[in-house]
T-cell receptor
């Protein structure tokens, strides 16, 4: 059984650009959550989606947005990139998104230069 | 909101010794406490979790204890092995729809042979 798949694995962008990160959850999982992990820190919650609807949002600016598709895959979009957006972006899938049973992907390493 | 403090930030032990990592949380409504292991270049992997109606849980060499009154929980690893070397994160959540996992800052465990 495939785990959580994230793409791309690495990405380098320039300040001011836009980026789209993608996540495919485990088969049967209907909830996807996005986390940002800055080097040396624990992951920080960005969004949670369940059945294509946003269920939770962390303390991130409006430059961050996301959506979930009918097949439960998800995209995270970040506009007007800043140097401080450089981080590992993690996707976690779960059956219902009740805060437990999360399986994380390996993440997308975003570097903003 | 919830705040999770984790100590120590680094821990070095000899192979075969025990390792203990401690976390405290601030929100008494939190009722789910997972521990994740993160190896270089990978996403966090769930190694053990505990719910608030249980005081202790064990899985082979790994155990977690929870003190709800004091709002702290601990990870115990016995008979450590070099492959236990990684960054360990504690987290807390309320197990409600849309809730986030709130992570500690992590403990880098080094096991030397």
């Amino acid at each position: 059984d495939a785990g959580v798949t994230q793409s791309p694995t690495h990405l380098i962008k320039t300040r001011g650009q836009h980026v789209t990160l993608r996540c495919s959850p485990i088969s049967g999982h209907k909830s996807v959550s996005w986390y940002q992990q800055v080097l040396g820190q624990g992951p920080q919650f960005i969004f949670q989606y369940y059945e294509k609807e946003e269920r939770g949002r962390g303390n991130f600016p409006d430059r961050f947005s996301a959506r979930q598709f009918p097949n439960y895959s998800s995209e995270l979009n970040v506009n007007a990139l800043l140097l401080g957006d450089s981080a590992l972006y993690l996707c976690a899938s779960s059956l219902q998104g009740f805060g437990d049973g999360y399986t994380f992907g390996s993440g997308t390493r975003l570097t903003v230069v | 909101g919830e705040n999770v403090e984790q100590h120590p930030s680094t821990l070095s032990v000899q192979e075969g010794d025990s390792a203990v990592i401690k976390c405290t949380y601030s929100d008494s409504a939190s009722n789910y406490f997972p521990w994740y292991k993160q190896e270089l270049g990978k996403g966090p992997q769930l190694i053990i979790d505990i719910r608030s109606n249980v005081g202790e849980k064990k899985d082979q060499r790994i155990a977690v204890t929870l003190n709800k009154t004091a709002k702290h929980f601990s990870l115990h690893i016995t008979e450590t092995q070099p492959e236990d070397s990684a960054v360990y994160f504690c987290a807390a959540s309320k197990r409600q729809a849309g809730t986030a996992l709130i992570f500690g800052k992590g403990t880098t465990l080094s096991v030397s042979s």
